[in-house]
């Protein structure tokens, strides 16, 4: 026990299920930075590029024909919120990635949103097979403040990597530092080692 410091009840109630510096929500905040896209499914589009063999795109109802995956994770905000037992459906990483092929030299992958916004992932991190392109959550079709109408799932690192308003992947042979990467967030961002800023 920390004998020194405020202590962390929900720490003591849910042990190492909670990140070191975490908090449980009940609620689920909204974060991002700038204004919420509004993107309707029939312009939506996920253009796969960079390097891959033949670049991809799809729409709506492309992904929609792909198998469905559901996962239950929970998420973990580096503003020291965590959110547990989340249900996701959509479909699988690893599905989406059936339709391409990566050149040799792919080592990470930018994600790019509507609206500007990127983070970038080691590939490992990206193929693991619990990820997931969500359009719902716990039932219900995301709403767009939460990523309408395609989010990434990442839940194994902290939840800014988990870009609202997918429209890109762009495979890489460098993992370069997205927008908050650029401002001082952890290239990687994994919350059981704390890896907030770098
Ligand atoms: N496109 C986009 N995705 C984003 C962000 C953003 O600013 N733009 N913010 C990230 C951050 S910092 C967090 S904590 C989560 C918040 O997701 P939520 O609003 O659904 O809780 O989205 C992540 N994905
Ligand atoms: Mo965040």
């Not at 991002?32 to 390097?51: C, F, N, Q, R, V």
Request: net charge negative; aromatic share 12%; glycine share 8%.
């Amino acid at each position: 026990m920390n004998l020194f410091k405020g202590r962390n009840k929900d720490r003591e109630l849910y042990g190492e299920r909670l990140p070191s510096g975490q908090k449980l929500t009940e609620g689920w905040p909204v974060l991002h930075y700038g204004s919420i896209p509004k993107i309707e499914t029939a312009d939506w589009k996920l253009e796969i590029g960079g390097l891959v063999e033949e670049p991809v795109t799809l729409s709506w109802e492309q992904l929609q024909a792909l198998p469905k995956f559901t996962a239950e994770n929970d998420i973990h905000c580096v503003t020291t919120w965590s959110k547990f037992d989340n249900t996701w459906d959509g479909v699988a990483v690893s599905e989406v990635m059936k339709h391409v092929t990566l050149k040799p030299e792919a080592t990470a992958v930018m994600l790019h949103a509507y609206g500007g916004y990127t983070t970038n992932l080691l590939l490992d991190d990206f193929l693991r097979p619990e990820n997931l392109i969500a359009t719902h959550h716990n039932g219900e079709a995301l709403t767009r403040e939460h990523g309408w109408p395609a989010r990434l799932v990442v839940p194994h690192l902290y939840f800014w990597k988990s870009c609202k308003w997918l429209r890109g992947l762009q495979f890489m042979d460098k993992n370069q530092p997205g927008f908050w990467e650029m401002y001082g967030y952890h290239l990687r961002g994994d919350p059981f080692k704390e890896e907030r800023y770098s």
